[in-house]
Protein backbone atom coordinates (compact mmCIF):
# COMPACT_ATOMS: atom_id res chain seq x y z
CA UNK A 1 0.00 0.00 0.00
CA UNK A 2 2.86 2.59 0.86
CA UNK A 3 4.64 1.96 -2.07
CA UNK A 4 1.59 2.66 -4.78
CA UNK A 5 1.25 5.55 -2.18
CA UNK A 6 4.57 6.76 -3.25
CA UNK A 7 4.06 6.65 -6.67
CA UNK A 8 1.26 9.48 -7.21
CA UNK A 9 3.65 11.97 -4.59
CA UNK A 10 6.71 11.49 -6.91
CA UNK A 11 4.92 12.26 -9.72
CA UNK A 12 3.19 15.07 -8.16
CA UNK A 13 7.26 16.15 -7.34
CA UNK A 14 8.80 15.26 -10.99
CA UNK A 15 6.12 17.47 -12.60
CA UNK A 16 6.43 20.23 -9.60
CA UNK A 17 10.33 20.12 -10.65
CA UNK A 18 9.44 20.64 -14.61
CA UNK A 19 7.35 23.79 -13.48
CA UNK A 20 10.23 25.32 -12.39
CA UNK A 21 12.60 24.75 -15.12
CA UNK A 22 9.85 26.71 -17.28
CA UNK A 23 10.50 30.02 -15.51
CA UNK A 24 12.46 31.91 -17.07
CA UNK A 25 14.57 35.68 -17.08
CA UNK A 26 12.64 37.48 -19.55
CA UNK A 27 15.79 39.28 -21.00
CA UNK A 28 14.23 41.35 -23.85
CA UNK A 29 11.30 42.81 -21.13
CA UNK A 30 13.35 43.87 -19.03
CA UNK A 31 15.93 45.44 -21.39
CA UNK A 32 12.77 47.32 -22.85
CA UNK A 33 11.61 48.16 -19.49
CA UNK A 34 15.63 49.66 -18.43
CA UNK A 35 15.81 51.40 -21.67
CA UNK A 36 12.60 53.28 -20.27
CA UNK A 37 13.80 54.02 -16.79
CA UNK A 38 17.33 54.65 -17.94
CA UNK A 39 16.48 57.77 -20.57
CA UNK A 40 14.01 58.88 -18.36
CA UNK A 41 16.35 59.49 -15.89
CA UNK A 42 19.33 60.98 -17.77
CA UNK A 43 17.82 62.15 -20.96
CA UNK A 44 17.18 66.06 -20.86
CA UNK A 45 13.74 67.30 -20.32
CA UNK A 46 11.81 67.04 -23.29
CA UNK A 47 7.99 68.01 -23.67
CA UNK A 48 5.51 65.41 -24.47
CA UNK A 49 5.48 64.28 -28.69
CA UNK A 50 2.29 66.43 -29.84
CA UNK A 51 -0.14 64.24 -32.80
CA UNK A 52 -1.10 67.06 -35.83
CA UNK A 53 -3.89 68.01 -33.98
CA UNK A 54 -2.47 69.34 -31.23
CA UNK A 55 -3.28 66.64 -28.69
CA UNK A 56 -0.54 64.02 -27.29
CA UNK A 57 0.33 61.09 -28.88
CA UNK A 58 -0.53 57.99 -27.34
CA UNK A 59 1.12 55.01 -27.57
CA UNK A 60 -1.58 51.99 -29.03
CA UNK A 61 -2.88 49.19 -26.88
CA UNK A 62 -0.93 45.71 -27.98
CA UNK A 63 -3.72 43.53 -28.97
CA UNK A 64 -3.06 39.78 -27.82
CA UNK A 65 -2.03 37.64 -30.62
CA UNK A 66 -3.69 34.68 -31.63
CA UNK A 67 -1.18 32.61 -30.44
CA UNK A 68 -2.00 33.80 -26.68
CA UNK A 69 -5.10 32.50 -26.75
CA UNK A 70 -4.75 28.68 -28.00
CA UNK A 71 -1.54 28.30 -26.25
CA UNK A 72 -1.69 24.87 -24.18
CA UNK A 73 0.70 22.90 -21.68
CA UNK A 74 -0.74 19.64 -21.02
CA UNK A 75 0.30 20.71 -17.52
CA UNK A 76 -3.43 22.14 -17.32
CA UNK A 77 -4.70 18.79 -17.91
CA UNK A 78 -4.06 18.11 -14.18
CA UNK A 79 -4.78 21.65 -12.72
CA UNK A 80 -1.01 22.83 -13.26
CA UNK A 81 -0.65 26.12 -14.64
CA UNK A 82 2.76 26.34 -16.74
CA UNK A 83 4.84 28.46 -14.19
CA UNK A 84 6.43 30.29 -17.63
CA UNK A 85 3.28 31.95 -17.97
CA UNK A 86 4.30 34.44 -15.02
CA UNK A 87 7.09 35.69 -16.89
CA UNK A 88 5.70 36.97 -19.86
CA UNK A 89 6.07 40.01 -21.21
CA UNK A 90 4.13 42.78 -18.94
CA UNK A 91 7.57 43.27 -17.27
CA UNK A 92 6.54 45.70 -14.45
CA UNK A 93 8.48 49.16 -13.45
CA UNK A 94 5.44 51.19 -12.58
CA UNK A 95 4.92 50.50 -9.06
CA UNK A 96 4.45 53.26 -6.68
CA UNK A 97 8.02 52.73 -4.87
CA UNK A 98 9.75 52.54 -8.45
CA UNK A 99 8.23 55.45 -9.42
CA UNK A 100 9.30 57.48 -6.29
CA UNK A 101 12.95 56.09 -6.58
CA UNK A 102 13.10 57.22 -10.35
CA UNK A 103 11.54 60.50 -9.59
CA UNK A 104 14.29 61.12 -6.71
CA UNK A 105 17.04 59.99 -9.57
CA UNK A 106 15.99 61.80 -12.05
CA UNK A 107 16.31 65.28 -9.95
CA UNK A 108 19.50 63.95 -8.66
CA UNK A 109 20.83 63.55 -11.78
CA UNK A 110 19.42 67.42 -13.63
CA UNK A 111 20.52 68.62 -10.21
CA UNK A 112 24.14 67.51 -8.82
CA UNK A 113 25.06 64.69 -11.05
CA UNK A 114 25.39 65.75 -14.77
CA UNK A 115 27.38 68.09 -14.93
CA UNK A 116 30.47 65.51 -13.84
CA UNK A 117 29.36 63.16 -16.38
CA UNK A 118 30.40 66.29 -18.62
CA UNK A 119 33.60 66.96 -16.99
CA UNK A 120 34.61 63.28 -16.69
CA UNK A 121 34.81 63.25 -13.12
CA UNK A 122 31.94 60.60 -13.10
CA UNK A 123 31.55 56.89 -14.94
CA UNK A 124 28.94 54.66 -15.03
CA UNK A 125 30.72 51.47 -13.04
CA UNK A 126 30.35 47.84 -14.45
CA UNK A 127 28.39 47.36 -11.32
CA UNK A 128 25.45 49.52 -12.31
CA UNK A 129 26.36 52.03 -9.66
CA UNK A 130 28.36 55.34 -10.10
CA UNK A 131 31.39 56.04 -9.68
CA UNK A 132 33.92 58.93 -9.38
CA UNK A 133 36.65 58.22 -11.87
CA UNK A 134 38.47 61.72 -11.68
CA UNK A 135 38.08 63.78 -7.94
CA UNK A 136 40.59 66.34 -9.05
CA UNK A 137 37.90 67.27 -11.97
CA UNK A 138 35.47 68.33 -9.12
CA UNK A 139 36.45 71.33 -7.60
CA UNK A 140 37.44 71.59 -3.94
CA UNK A 141 34.03 72.99 -2.66
CA UNK A 142 32.14 70.39 -4.60
CA UNK A 143 33.42 67.12 -3.33
CA UNK A 144 31.26 66.79 -0.21
CA UNK A 145 28.45 67.72 -2.04
CA UNK A 146 29.15 65.31 -4.63
CA UNK A 147 30.29 62.43 -3.12
CA UNK A 148 27.37 62.25 -0.94
CA UNK A 149 25.12 62.59 -4.08
CA UNK A 150 26.90 59.81 -5.87
CA UNK A 151 26.41 57.72 -2.56
CA UNK A 152 22.66 58.98 -2.44
CA UNK A 153 22.51 57.52 -5.80
CA UNK A 154 24.14 54.28 -5.61
CA UNK A 155 21.76 53.47 -3.09
CA UNK A 156 18.70 53.88 -4.92
CA UNK A 157 20.21 52.54 -7.88
CA UNK A 158 20.59 48.99 -5.79
CA UNK A 159 16.61 49.86 -4.54
CA UNK A 160 15.44 50.29 -7.68
CA UNK A 161 17.22 47.06 -8.78
CA UNK A 162 15.48 45.14 -5.59
CA UNK A 163 12.01 46.69 -6.05
CA UNK A 164 11.82 45.87 -9.72
CA UNK A 165 12.44 42.06 -9.17
CA UNK A 166 10.06 41.88 -6.34
CA UNK A 167 7.71 43.67 -8.41
CA UNK A 168 7.88 40.89 -11.04
CA UNK A 169 7.67 38.30 -8.52
CA UNK A 170 11.08 37.12 -8.76
CA UNK A 171 13.56 38.15 -5.76
CA UNK A 172 16.29 36.27 -7.27
CA UNK A 173 15.97 38.21 -10.60
CA UNK A 174 17.87 41.04 -8.68
CA UNK A 175 21.65 40.50 -9.93
CA UNK A 176 20.21 39.94 -13.40
CA UNK A 177 17.95 42.89 -13.76
CA UNK A 178 21.61 45.14 -12.39
CA UNK A 179 23.17 43.32 -15.24
CA UNK A 180 20.62 44.81 -17.81
CA UNK A 181 20.97 48.06 -16.13
CA UNK A 182 24.57 48.40 -16.31
CA UNK A 183 24.49 47.79 -20.11
CA UNK A 184 21.72 49.98 -20.33
CA UNK A 185 23.08 53.15 -18.23
CA UNK A 186 26.36 52.72 -20.78
CA UNK A 187 24.41 52.59 -23.95
CA UNK A 188 22.06 55.60 -22.92
CA UNK A 189 24.83 57.77 -21.94
CA UNK A 190 25.81 60.90 -23.96
CA UNK A 191 28.75 61.51 -26.38
CA UNK A 192 31.86 62.00 -24.02
CA UNK A 193 30.52 60.48 -20.94
CA UNK A 194 32.90 57.70 -19.21
CA UNK A 195 32.21 53.96 -18.25
CA UNK A 196 33.82 51.03 -17.01
CA UNK A 197 34.42 47.86 -19.43
CA UNK A 198 36.75 45.05 -18.32
CA UNK A 199 37.79 46.94 -15.72
CA UNK A 200 39.68 49.67 -17.85
CA UNK A 201 37.63 53.01 -18.40
CA UNK A 202 36.17 53.98 -21.75
CA UNK A 203 35.08 57.36 -23.27
CA UNK A 204 31.79 57.15 -25.87
Not at 96 to 108: D, F, G, L, Y
Request: overall charge neutral; glycine content about 6%.
Amino acid sequence: MRRWFAVPVAATLLLSACVTINVYFPAAEAKEAAKEFVEKVINDAAPPAQTPGGGMALRAPVQPTRESHLAFDPLMLIGISPAYAQSQPDFNIQTPAIRAIQSRMEQRFDNDLRPHFDSGALGFGEDGLVVVRDAAAIALKDRVPVNTAVADENRDRKAVYREIAVANGHPEWEGQIRSVFAKQWVDSAKSGWWYQRGGAWKQK
